[in-house]
C-alpha cells in the first residue's frame, strides 16, 4: 500500500485538539482503534494495518502526532509532555463522534498509547503496544537513567535533551539521515553484535556517525523514503524530538500514578533484534503485575524495531486476534 497516501478508500481529517489540530487518516468502519506512531515516523508507518483492519470490521485511524506532519506543532518545548499527548488523543475520539476506543502505538507511540488507558481508562478500553515495554512510572529521574546508560558515550536520549543540537546533524540532510537510522534499526541492515552501538554517540561525533550506509532495507522502498523525507523536510525534527526532551516533566507529571498498572485488555509485540526488547526484559517479565489484563506477548524472531513495516503480516494477524478476543 505505498499509495496509502493517495488511496480513494483512506480519508485524510484534521480535528481540533490542544495543540490546535491534528492530523488523522481513516478507513473502514465499526469500533475504532487509534494508531500512534512513533521516531522519527508518521502515520504512513501504519500503512500495511489500516486496510487489514478496516476490512476486519474497524474504524481504523492512524494519527500524526503533536509536532508530526500536518498535525499542529507548538514551539514550547513543555508542549510535547505526555499528558498533553494524552489529551489530543481523547480530542481526537471525541471529534470522530465516539466514546471509547482500542489505542495501539508504536516505539514513542507505545508510552504515549499506555499512558492514554492509564490516565483515561473510561475513554480507552484496551491497550497494544508494539516495540517499547510498559514499565510504570517509577524509579530515579528518567534523564539520570539514561545519562547512565550511555557509559563513556552519550545515550541517544541525552544526545537530544539539548533544543538544536540533534536539529543540526540531521536537518541538513533528512533523507540521508532517516535512511541511516532505518536501517540501523532493521533486522535486515542492523550493524553486527559486536559493532558500537548505533544508539550512542562517541565523544566529538554523530548518531550517524555509526548508521549503516548505502543499503535501505526491505521493507523500505525509496518512494515510502520519499514520504517520510518530505514530512521532516517540511516541518523540520523540533517538534519530533521535543518529546524526549519532556522525559523528566513526564516523570513529575505522572507522579500520582508511581508503580501503577494497567488494567485493561492489553497486547505486547517486540522485535527480537530490537533494542527496547532487550533493555527492557525485566519489564516485559513483569507484565502479570503491571499488565494484568495482557490478552498475548508476543516476540517476532528476526525482527528488528519498525515491527508493523518489518513484518507486517504477522503483526495484522496478531492485531486482528486480540481484537477480536476483546469485550464488544
Known sequence: ??????????????????????????????????LVHGFPESWYSWRHQLP?????????????????????????????????????????VHALGERTAVIVGHDWGAPIAANSALVRPEVFRAVGLLSVPYAPRGGPRPSKIFARMGGDEEFYI??????????AEIEPDVRGWLAGIYAALSADTMPPTDAPNPLSVSPGGTLRDRFPAGRLPAWLSTDDLDFYA??????????????????????EDLADFDGAPITQPSLFIGGALDAPTNWRAD?????????????????????????????????????????????A
Not at 544526545?159 to 536539529?167: D, L, V
Not at 521532516?232 to 523528566?248: C, H, I, K, P, Q
Open 230 to 251: 518530505a514530512e521532516f523536510e517540511r516541518t523540520g525534527l523540533s517538534g519530533a524530538l521535543n518529546r524526549y526532551r519532556n522525559v523528566d516533566r513526564d516523570w
Open 52 to 92: 487489514v483492519l478496516a476490512a476486519a470490521g474497524y474504524r481504523a485511524v492512524a494519527v500524526d502526532v503533536r509536532g508530526y506532519g500536518r498535525s499542529s506543532k507548538p514551539a514550547d518545548v513543555a508542549a510535547y509532555r505526555m499528558l498533553e499527548l494524552v489529551e489530543d488523543n481523547v480530542a481526537v
Open 158 to 167: 541525552s544526545y537530544f535533551q539539548t533544543p538544536g543540537r540533534a536539529e
Open 283 to 327: 519489564a516485559i517479565a513483569a507484565y502479570p503485575t503491571t499488565l494484568p489484563g495482557l490478552v498475548s506477548s508476543h516476540i517476532l524472531d528476526d525482527c528488528g524495531h519498525w515491527i508493523q513495516q518489518e513484518r507486517p503480516a504477522e503483526v495484522n494477524e496478531i492485531l486482528t486476534g486480540w481484537l477480536a478476543s476483546l469485550p
Open 1 to 34: 500500500m505505498s499509495q496509502a497516501a493517495e488511496s480513494a478508500e483512506v480519508t485524510h481529517r484534521l480535528v481540533s485538539s490542544a495543540a490546535g489540530r491534528i492530523h488523522l487518516v481513516e478507513q473502514g468502519s465499526g469500533p475504532l482503534v487509534l
